[in-house]
C-alpha cells in the first residue's frame, strides 16, 4: 500500500494487479508498465529492509537515514531504470552536484547541502518525548522535501523516512501515504506555503512563516488521524467476520470455486483473531466432513485466504489477504483493486 500510494503521489503508479504480479516476478511486456512494476517492487523491498534498522524515531530522523533510504531504493534499480528526466543517471545515496529549481522553489545550492544535512541532524535527530513526535515527523518531511537533496527521488524517499519514522507508533498497521495522496493537492500546496517568506512581526522568529509551517503540520497530523480511524474501523474484531462471510457466500455461487462453503467462515475468523492454526485443527473447526473439509482446505490455499509457510500436509495455515479479496475483506484500502487492469 506504501508503494502504492507513494508512487501514485508522483503521478507515476501503477495498477494494484500489476503490483501483485510483479511481487511474483511476473512483469509485463510494456516496457513503460514493466518499468513502474520494478519501481514498485524496489519501493517494498526497501521498505523492509528500513523497517528493520528502526531503531527510535530520532534515529531515523537523521539524515544519515535519509541517504540510506535513497540507497536502499534506488540502488536497487538499473542505471536505465533510475534515469531522470533531463537524462542523467541518479547514483543512489549521493547528494546532487547540480542546482536545481522545481516549479517556483530554487533548492539550496548543491555546495550547502552537507551543511544543511548536518542541520537537519542536529534539529530532528534528538527528538525528545511523544508530545513533538508528530510535529516533528511533518517538520521533518517538509524540510527533506524543500531541501531536494538528490537529483530525483526526493518524494519518494522522504515518504520511505516518514514511514520509517512513524513504524514505532503506527506497527505497519497503518499508512500516511494513503492519507496524503487521497488529499494530493492539499499536500503539494501545504508543502509549498511552508516555505513562505515571514508573515509580520508575529509570524515566528526566522525569514519563513511559522503560520503555514503549523498549517502543514496540523494537515499531516489530520491525515495519520485520519488513517488510524480508518484502519480501526476495518480492524474492528466484528467487522472482518462480516466481511469474510460475504466473500465467502459471493464465491460459493460462482463456478469458480466450487469447494466454497459457509463453514469457512468460522474457522477463517478464528484465524484472523488467534493467528495460524494446524491444518487439521482448522478442517475440525469448518465441522464439515474430512474429506469435504480438506476439498476446502485445499481450495482456500489455492485462492490465498490461507498460507502456510509448511508445504506439507501437516503445516500450520494462516489467513491471508490476496488482493483479488481485498474488495470484500478491507473496502476502500485500494478502490482500484475492485476494477480491471489494462490488457498486460
Sequence with gaps: MNSY????????????????????????AKPETAKLQRLAVAHIEAERELEGLVVDEANTLKADFLLLAHKALYGRLTPEDRSTHEGGVMDPGQLRVVDVTIQQHHAPTYSSLPRFMERMTQVYGRLNGLDALLYSIAAAHHRAVWTHPFR???????????????????????SVNRGLARKRDDYYALLKNADMPRHGDLDGRGNLSERMLWEWCRFFIEQCDDQVSFMTSLLDINGPRERIQALVVFRSQLAAYPEYRQEAVLPLHHLVVAGPVPRGDF????????????????????????????????????????????????????????TSVETF
Design 152 to 174: 530525483d527521488g526526493n518524494g519518494r524517499v522522504a515518504r520511505l523516512q516518514t514511514h520509517c519514522a512513524l513504524f514505532p507508533l503506527s506497527g505497519g498497521l497503518w
Design 283 to 338: 478442517v475440525q473447526m469448518t465441522g464439515l466432513g474430512e474429506r469435504t473439509g480438506r476439498k476446502l482446505l485445499s481450495q482456500l490455499l489455492k485462492d490465498g485466504l490461507l498460507i502456510s509457510e509448511d508445504r506439507s500436509h501437516r503445516g500450520a495455515v494462516g489467513i491471508g489477504f490476496p488482493l483479488d479479496s481485498l474488495s470484500f475483506l478491507f473496502p476502500n484500502l485500494y478502490p482500484e483493486a475492485a
Design 5 to 28: 500510494y507513494s508512487n501514485r503521489i508522483e503521478g507515476e503508479s501503477t495498477h494494484p494487479v500489476n503490483i501483485d504480479r510483479a511481487l511474483r516476478k511476473d512483469f509485463s
